[in-house]
C-alpha cells in the first residue's frame, strides 16, 4: 500500500547541482514526517533532511547550506535540491517516511523507497 519511488540521481562533477525526486502515496501525509537519508560506501546510513506535515523542516549539519528540502502535496512529491556537491556527498539515497520520525534518526522511519545513486567525482 504504501510506496515511495525516487528519481534524479546520476552522476556530476564537485560544485555541480541535482534535484531528487520521491514520489509517494499509500498513507496519510498530514500526518507523517517524510525524508531524504543517504550510505555511502563503508559507512553508517544517515539522515539527510526531514519534513513535517506543517512544512517544518530538518536538515544535517553536513549539508546545511547546500540542500534544500520541500515537499508539494498536490503532486504527492518531495524533493532535495542539491547544490555544491562534494565527492564525500557520494551515497546511495533514500526516501523514506513514517509516524513516529524522531528528527534524523534512520531506525525511526518506518517505510522506505529504493534508493537512487548520486556520484560526484
Known amino acids: 500500500h504504501v510506496q515511495l519511488v525516487e528519481s534524479g540521481g546520476g552522476s556530476v562533477q564537485a560544485g555541480g547541482s541535482l534535484r531528487l525526486s520521491c514520489t509517494y502515496s499509500?498513507?496519510?501525509?498530514?500526518?507523517?514526517?517524510i525524508g531524504w537519508l543517504r550510505q555511502a560506501p563503508g559507512k553508517e546510513r544517515e539522515g539527510v533532511a526531514i519534513i513535517d506535515s506543517h512544512g517544518t523542516s530538518t536538515v544535517a549539519e553536513s549539508v546545511q547550506g547546500r540542500f534544500t528540502i520541500s515537499k508539494d502535496n498536490a503532486k504527492n512529491t518531495l524533493y532535495l535540491q542539491m547544490s555544491s556537491l562534494k565527492p564525500e556527498d557520494t551515497a546511495m539515497y533514500y526516501c523514506?517516511?513514517?509516524?513516529?520520525?524522531?528528527?534524523?534518526?534512520?531506525?525511526?522511519?518506518?517505510?522506505w523507497g529504493q534508493g537512487t545513486q548520486v556520484t560526484v567525482s
Open positions: 499509500g498513507f496519510p501525509y498530514s500526518s507523517y514526517s
Open positions: 523514506a517516511a513514517g509516524p513516529y520520525v524522531d528528527g534524523l534518526v534512520v531506525k525511526s522511519f518506518a517505510f
